[in-house]
């Protein structure tokens, strides 16, 4: 343990009273600055003395002043160390707690409502955890995770420093695109994927080679995932929702100006919805009518539990339309960061250099690690086992509905997914009852927060069910309680 | 090893000669696709019909089809394989190798030269590589940081999964501010500090913030990092461009208008000059008059190899005028991809903001595992450590330009980094210098590749050298081949 290695102190090469002064200065300004925090450990007198090119004596000095003014502990062996009795507002730069009330004018607005001031708050954990886009960490083989990542560690080691591809390595853009190809029917190779720190860095970049700032019109749904939003307005596009209905998107009803359109086709965010087949097709034929360009969000559709699952719109495009966009957050660990985009070719290059002046490249081990993870077969028996746990507490969840909840909650079908979502047939409002029900240890999300104005007149009314993160056997009770809710 | 755990395949609900051609028409589009890939190793037909819900026979019938015209392997005892001798073009949609020659119209421009075609080469390796910003790895405590990513990893398996901060991990931040509070002698606490992945994502989110596009005026040094000027250039920003000295910036030919100035005070990126004191206030007056921005990046000054170090910018500023850019990049590995900035009070949540649009955070485990490296010690052990070995590699390439060059190459001064540079008193170029220099299996960069325009007249004439990648014993040779080809 050796955490102060080199306090930057400047002396002046003169007599040792000077120096004295001038070391019990600097050191007693660090600790005001909160350069030297309390709590942190001094230097043994002998060695700061040695690095600062002062007599020993000089350096007991300084401390004994410290010691005696109240800005230095000393603890019987066991050292020196800053007391931690000072007033808050003199140890560093960060006395103004909260945000700043009005933007500073030098900076630039990001776009997006309340994003100048501070960052989105999470809700809290709760005893009955229904939050949706989590998955459940509890069964992930992090024995054999750490094996691989020790693997890539040792290979980085071997290897001189250099940074890497902005693509990604290629070692996981072959396992990527063998995983969508069987899993998702996505026609591509490694070539075709550019890897990205989760679907929101994704949708960043996305946006920054599609959108013209000003004047590029992006379609989302009605409901839709905030921070894909945010991301196409923060780039100054001018976003319009479009209907949805049990097909999925009302294409019919896409502005004929569109030209990006944010779908979730597989399991509609947040609804559940799968777009049908006809759909599909019209929105494909839209986009390439008008030269426009689909982004499909396949986020959690590994988890399927009936039926067949539908082509992906990437697999039936064949005018180049379409960025399929999918993550690791949710079949894995959203502490992961890794997603990708299955780019035509015609977008591809640009997005690799709008990744490479976003942030070069991403962190090489978690790559490597992922990697060998998908090509030896963990990846699919790990989303295999999970689909049957989901599955278990989907089905618990369903019949606790049906239990407690019938005539109230009208469930939306849907076949996959960490969620369903269910329309909520009573007269109150879907945020008056997730607020009831957090007072009651109960935390969910109401589906008009999906929604652009959450506040408007005829925004959809009802309720989302994650299960990535509540155990099957607490589902019965908390539904039961919600129930008594609304 | 179990690669194909769902090939996405949709049945209809017919008779089993209907069936046998399903299977065999959709295994042979997948192959033909590229879903199937090459050397993909097929499920075994009893697992596979059991998933499709078809007879053994059907899927035995399927497979002995597809082997019969050769689009799949049998490999006694080993299993079924997809032939790897289909042509290259049927293979997925990356036919057509290259970048493509023009943009596509639904792109819109990177404002980047070069940008929406293809990304930066980085030159190959060579025997003696003098590259500079990379840093020796070799002596790396790679088993450490093994032990205590598995110690973070440990400690992600316990905890639900949960998005993290977009700032920062807590511990992370809490020590770096310690960090640089004693190395750098920058004022802060655990508040101040946003984490990054690296300084590109440094540079690009301040850009963000501070650039309002096609208006804000940012100045970059003559010579400099180039990925920072397209992280400006590349939010909207007019770059300009002003001259330093001996003395590092000339702080009165800055234009007035300048909104935010790049600076690298502790070690002039490339030529290695440290800005004087003078200008030093200089500059933070010109800032707190006009209330422009300094992003100060302090890249490499951890490796200090004479005299005191100067007060970094942040330390020096009282009109909160200074963004400390720092990345362990340099004093760790590129791969790890972690930075940070050092933000004013007032700047603090809209960075944090613009973080959580980028990519929402930063992957954690890499991030634990640096905070308990910093906090254990290590880090500063490791610099110590490869200051050594970097000052002996330094003392031994001045020696032998010394030696060597004296007359064609003047060293410009500098006491820190990973890099000298050198103003080549020759008539030849250096650029040419560079290339006469590769085809001898010597890398280094020629100083007017730091330039705006490479190619204006009376663009600085020199080069670098770094050391990070070269070792002690090569230096002398090369530096002497060198010296024949100037």
Redo the contacts between chains.
């Keep these: 343990?050796?955490?102060?290695?080199?306090?930057?102190i400047?002396l002046p090469g003169t007599g040792s009273r000077d120096l004295l002064r001038e070391v019990h200065r600097q050191l007693r300004d660090?600790i005001l600055?909160?350069?030297?925090?309390p709590g942190?450990r001094l230097p043994a007198t002998r060695a700061l003395a040695g690095r600062l090119g002062v007599s020993r004596n000089t350096m007991l000095a300084a401390y004994d002043l410290l010691l005696s003014e109240g800005y230095l502990l000393a603890r019987p062996g066991a050292g020196t160390y800053v007391a931690d009795t000072l007033p808050r507002s003199r140890?560093?730069?960060?006395s103004?707690k909260g945000?700043?009330a009005r933007?500073?004018?030098?900076?630039?607005p990001?776009n997006?409502p309340g994003?100048?001031?501070?960052?989105?708050l999470?809700p809290p954990?709760a005893r009955d955890?229904f939050r949706v886009g989590?998955?459940?960490?509890?069964a992930?083989p992090?024995d054999i995770?750490?094996r691989l990542?020790?693997r890539a560690?040792?290979r980085?080691?071997r290897e001189?420093?250099?940074?890497?591809?902005?693509?990604g390595q290629a070692a996981l853009r072959e396992a990527i695109?063998?995983h969508v190809?069987?899993?998702?029917?996505?026609?591509?190779?490694a070539?075709?994927i550019v890897v990205?720190?989760?679907a929101?860095?994704a949708f960043?970049l996305l946006a920054?080679?599609?959108?013209?700032?000003g004047r590029?019109v992006v379609a989302v749904e009605q409901l839709f995932y905030p921070?894909l939003r945010?991301?196409m307005t923060?780039a100054g596009a001018k976003v319009v929702t479009v209907p949805t209905d049990v097909e999925g998107l009302c294409v019919e009803r896409l502005p004929p100006e569109a030209?990006v359109i944010c779908v979730t086709p597989s399991h509609q965010f947040p609804t559940g919805v799968a777009m049908s087949p006809q759909r599909r097709a019209a929105l494909l034929a839209f986009a390439r009518a008008r030269?426009a360009?689909v982004i499909e969000d396949d986020y959690d559709s590994e988890f399927r539990f009936a039926g067949?699952?539908l082509?992906a719109l990437q697999?039936l495009d064949r005018a180049?339309s379409v960025c399929y966009v999918g993550t690791f957050s949710k079949s894995l660990?959203?502490?992961?960061?890794?997603g990708f985009v299955v780019a035509?070719?015609?977008?591809r290059?640009?997005l690799?250099?709008?990744r490479?002046?976003?942030?070069?490249?991403?962190?090489?081990?978690?790559q490597e690690a992922l990697a060998a993870f998908?090509?030896?077969?963990h990846l699919?028996?790990h989303?295999?086992k999970m689909r049957k746990v989901y599955g278990a507490r989907r089905a618990a969840l369903l019949e606790a509905l049906a239990r407690h909840c019938a005539g109230r909650l009208e469930v939306i079908p849907s076949d996959a997914g960490l969620h369903l979502s269910a329309w909520l047939r009573t007269d109150s409002r879907d945020h008056a009852a997730v607020e009831r029900a957090a007072a009651a240890g109960i935390t969910l999300p109401p589906l008009s927060r999906f929604a652009f104005d959450p506040n408007a007149p005829g925004v959809p009314n009802g309720l989302a069910f994650g299960y990535?993160?509540i155990d099957e056997s607490q589902i019965d009770g908390a539904i039961r309680r919600l129930a008594a809710l609304l």
């Design positions: 343990m050796e955490p102060l290695f080199e306090l930057a400047r660090a600055d909160g350069r030297l925090q942190a140890r560093g730069r960060t103004k945000a700043p933007r500073d004018p030098r900076l630039v990001l997006v994003a100048d001031l501070a960052p989105t999470q954990r955890d989590l998955p459940d960490t509890g992930f992090f995770w750490r990542s020790d560690l040792r980085i080691a001189p420093a250099d940074y890497a591809q902005p693509q695109a063998r190809s069987f899993t998702r029917a996505v026609g591509c190779t070539d075709d990205t720190a989760g929101q860095q960043g920054r080679i599609l959108v013209v700032p590029t921070s945010e991301a923060a030209r030269n360009v067949r699952p082509d697999t180049e660990f959203p502490a992961l960061r890794l035509p070719p015609w977008a290059a640009a690799v250099r709008a490479e002046l976003a942030d070069w490249h991403g962190p090489v081990l978690g998908i090509a030896e077969g699919a028996r989303i295999r990535g993160l």
